[in-house]
């Protein structure tokens, strides 16, 4: 049976570039069946489901909901839930935790002082608090959004629970169904696609230890597209793994063609050009759409910028 998954993987499609843009997560737990639209078509209160919806569109803040791996049993309206928040952009990354018998309360947030990277309107609201535990890996099994988020992530997040992953639990939607299994690992909010279990458990060691691993990485979900590409090729031009080293401080241009800048914390700059091209020949993008040819962040050149000496006046 070809599936958007296996057509993608036998084309290699680059994964570079791919990752879904988020400054800062909010995920809140939902058990039981998700629609493909979770947060109105699941056992969330639909209106309440809109309601968040609205309040973090153009904050930054994308709302996922969660459930841990295994059978999706609802307890009902009145049970405990766990919420995290989690910021990604480098200088600034936090992950903190909550729970909460009233979802509603997510909407005492203020979603544009999260988008921001200030956690104290979540540890206001919800009693949260800075995440001491494991790193979170979360896996898309959305069957409903595609079934190869189904047929692939379920297995792969049964099998890191089984296996003593403390941060493992399933997430409604991470984007990019054809490189199924996808995983986003918080806090540094690296994405990741073709993920299988020994991969993602090196993974989470490198976030124990403040690294990056790049080997299946789609990109962090703080840049937009062409910065996700060019942060990921700085990365392996210069062996640079941790996690908080470079940023993207400026993107030039538009599609198809970018130049970005992405700095290291020890001043060293990178001017990366970034072209957007097709991914050829035609594919589906997800199970059961029409053919078509997905746009894809091909970096052009890397180079490194001479460093600028400023002089000390006498």
């Not at 084309?11 to 998700?34: F, M």
């Not at 169904?177 to 918080?186: A, K």
């Amino acid at each position: 049976m070809s599936t958007c998954t296996t057509v993608s993987r036998d084309l290699d499609e680059p994964l570079a570039g791919t990752a879904a843009t988020a400054r800062t997560w909010l995920l809140l737990e939902q058990p039981g069946p998700w629609g493909a639209k979770a947060l109105t078509s699941s056992h969330l209160d639909p209106a309440l489901g809109r309601a968040l919806e609205a309040a973090a569109r153009d904050t930054g803040v994308r709302i996922a909901l969660i459930r841990r791996p295994g059978r999706h049993a609802d307890c009902g309206a009145h049970a405990e839930r766990q919420v995290y928040a989690a910021h990604t952009t480098p200088g600034n990354v936090w992950l903190h935790s909550a729970t909460t018998w009233a979802p509603e309360q997510l909407l005492d947030l203020d979603f544009t002082a999260l988008g921001t990277g200030d956690p104290r309107t979540f540890d206001a609201a919800l009693q949260g608090r800075r995440h001491t535990g494991d790193p979170l890996a979360l896996v898309c099994t959305n069957g409903k959004r595609d079934r190869c988020c189904a047929l692939l992530g379920r297995p792969l997040a049964a099998e890191l629970a089984a296996s003593g992953v403390a941060g493992a639990w399933e997430v409604t939607h991470l984007g990019g169904h054809r490189f199924s299994p996808t995983l986003l690992v918080l806090p540094y909010g690296y994405a990741y696609g073709r993920a299988e279990a020994h991969a993602v458990k090196e993974i989470l060691q490198g976030v124990r230890e403040g690294r990056v691993v790049t080997e299946g990485c789609r990109g962090n979900s703080a840049w937009e597209r062409p910065g996700q590409a060019a942060e990921l090729a700085v990365r392996r031009a210069c062996g640079e793994h941790a996690a908080e080293a470079l940023g993207v401080v400026r993107t030039d241009g538009a599609a198809p063609r970018w130049e970005v800048t992405v700095a290291h914390t020890d001043g060293r700059l990178w001017r990366v050009i970034v072209a957007q091209g097709a991914s050829l020949p035609p594919r589906p993008e997800s199970c059961g759409s029409a053919l078509g040819s997905p746009a894809r962040m091909d970096v052009v050149a890397v180079r490194e910028m001479p460093r600028v000496t400023i002089p000390v006046a006498c």
